[in-house]
């Protein structure tokens, strides 16, 4: 790898390394307004200062966040682990309900993120526990099927965050930096 430059002005590329992370994570970052950043022609430019400084102290407030998911679904519980961890939380994912609730009577997560339909116990019977266990953690409910009888059931424990699956790495990270209090 290249070493990076100590002018002001940083590329993407730049960003990343200095940052220890993916390209494109950056440029999601930027996208978002989580990163200091601004446009220059087609790509992301970011102060070298500014960079370290949020790199130092913003990162470091939500890597003491800890978002659990919990889906059924391999493929989606990696993308959103994924996605998460690259926005600097803690994830802890599983693969249903009596696993989600096993995990949080361990480490009660500040969000969760929640499958609707799922083998053995529904997303509406593990919000029902989350409520009753730890009150009022934030609760992101992901689902396929936003409509009919398990989604009356999700709402009799609102509040609650709905999303339509699919869903965007854009969308989750918006949505759980909103669900913590975050801009």
């Given at each position: 790898m290249?070493?990076?430059?100590?002018?002001q002005?940083?590329?993407?590329?730049?960003?990343?390394?200095?940052l220890?992370?993916?390209?494109?994570?950056?440029?999601?970052l930027?996208r978002?307004?989580?990163?200091?950043?601004?446009?220059?022609?087609?790509?992301?430019?970011?102060?070298?200062d500014?960079?370290?400084?949020?790199?130092?102290?913003?990162?470091d407030e939500?890597?003491?966040?800890?978002?659990?998911?919990?889906?059924?679904?391999?493929?989606?519980?990696?993308?959103?682990?994924?996605?998460?961890?690259?926005?600097?939380?803690?994830?802890?994912?599983?693969?249903?309900?009596?696993?989600?609730?096993?995990?949080?009577?361990?480490?009660?997560?500040?969000?969760?993120?929640?499958d609707?339909l799922?083998?053995g116990?529904?997303?509406a019977?593990v919000?029902?526990?989350?409520?009753?266990?730890?009150?009022?953690?934030?609760?992101?409910?992901?689902?396929?099927?936003?409509?009919?009888?398990l989604?009356?059931q999700?709402?009799a424990?609102?509040?609650?965050?709905?999303?339509?699956?699919?869903?965007?790495?854009e969308?989750?990270s918006l949505?759980?930096?909103?669900?913590?209090?975050?801009?």
């Amino acid at each position: 790898m290249s070493e990076i430059p100590q002018s002001q002005i940083l590329n993407t590329q730049q960003a990343a390394q200095l940052l220890g992370v993916h390209a494109e994570t950056v440029r999601r970052l930027a996208r978002q307004g989580i990163l200091p950043s601004f446009k220059l022609g087609s790509d992301w430019r970011f102060n070298r200062d500014a960079l370290l400084n949020w790199a130092q102290g913003g990162r470091d407030e939500q890597a003491r966040a800890t978002v659990m998911v919990v889906d059924d679904e391999k493929a989606i519980r990696r993308y959103l682990e994924e996605t998460l961890r690259d926005d600097g939380y803690r994830v802890l994912c599983a693969a249903d309900g009596f696993e989600a609730l096993q995990l949080a009577d361990s480490v009660v997560p500040d969000v969760v993120i929640l499958d609707l339909l799922m083998p053995g116990m529904t997303g509406a019977e593990v919000l029902g526990e989350i409520r009753k266990r730890f009150g009022w953690v934030p609760v992101i409910v992901l689902t396929g099927h936003p409509h009919g009888n398990l989604m009356e059931q999700v709402l009799a424990h609102s509040p609650v965050t709905v999303l339509a699956k699919p869903v965007t790495a854009e969308r989750v990270s918006l949505t759980v930096r909103q669900a913590l209090g975050r801009k």
